[in-house]
């Protein structure tokens, strides 16, 4: 069956510090792959997204790279601010027959939490 | 810039009442999703909407659970009678085209049961 597993956190960095966010996903096809963002207080936001084998997708500093051959979509950053401090969600979409292709299936999420 | 707007964001109800929560998805999309989130758990699908009728629900939404378009642009997502185990946050969200999972979400409502 279909399935996402992503790192658990919570995780704690200081600023400029690197970031990675491990997710692997198991799929019966080929999922279009996306991040999350949850900052607080707030909804949803997309962060960035992948729909096919060794595509990147890059927003705000920060990448990840769709990998077919070990099924994963790491998140990463160079240097983290303090801005950045939110919950990411790993969220593939997994293909299907039918209408819903926004239907995600999200990872735990990650709290991220970046000091000064 | 268009965004999902979502009302309440906070509601506490006793168990049994029935609850109706109201999402305004972005005008001109086709697609309308609910999500929940119970407090420290994973973001789960409940059910998707499109032309008016339900695409695909999840095994979350039983019959208790109902959604609605009534007036165009007001997307509804009624519990007919609450337990406390549908406490959680409420999702609404909404996309444009077909084959994207590019979904545009809400800031969520708060349901509590009491």
């Known amino acids: 069956g279909n399935s996402v597993t992503q790192m658990e956190g919570p995780v704690t960095l200081s600023e400029e510090a690197f970031l990675t966010i491990n997710c692997t996903y198991t799929a019966t096809g080929y999922p279009s792959l996306f991040w999350y963002v949850q900052y607080p207080g707030e909804g949803l936001q997309l962060l960035l997204k992948a729909t096919k084998a060794d595509d990147k997708g890059s927003n705000k500093g920060f990448e990840a790279t769709y990998r077919k051959e070990t099924t994963s979509f790491h998140l990463e950053k160079g240097s983290v601010q303090v801005s950045d401090s939110a919950v990411y969600f790993c969220a593939p979409s997994f293909p299907a027959g039918g209408t819903s292709y926004g239907k995600l299936t999200f990872g735990q999420g990650t709290i991220l939490t970046v000091h000064p | 810039e268009p965004e999902v707007t979502q009302t309440p964001s906070h509601q506490v109800t006793q168990m049994g009442q029935e609850v109706i929560l109201r999402c305004v998805p972005i005008?001109?999309?086709?697609?309308f999703y609910w999500y929940r989130q119970i407090l420290g758990q994973k973001v789960e699908f409940l059910v998707s909407?499109?032309?008016?009728?339900?695409?695909?629900k999840s095994e979350i939404f039983d019959d208790q659970f109902s959604v609605e378009r009534p007036d165009g642009s007001n997307f509804t997502l009624k519990i007919r009678s609450t337990k406390l185990e549908d406490s959680a946050m409420y999702f609404c969200a909404s996309h444009e085209q077909r084959n994207t999972g590019e979904l545009f979400f809400g800031e969520g409502s708060r349901l509590t049961v009491l």
């Open positions: 005008s001109n999309h086709l697609y």
């Open positions: 909407f499109y032309n008016n009728e339900i695409s695909e």
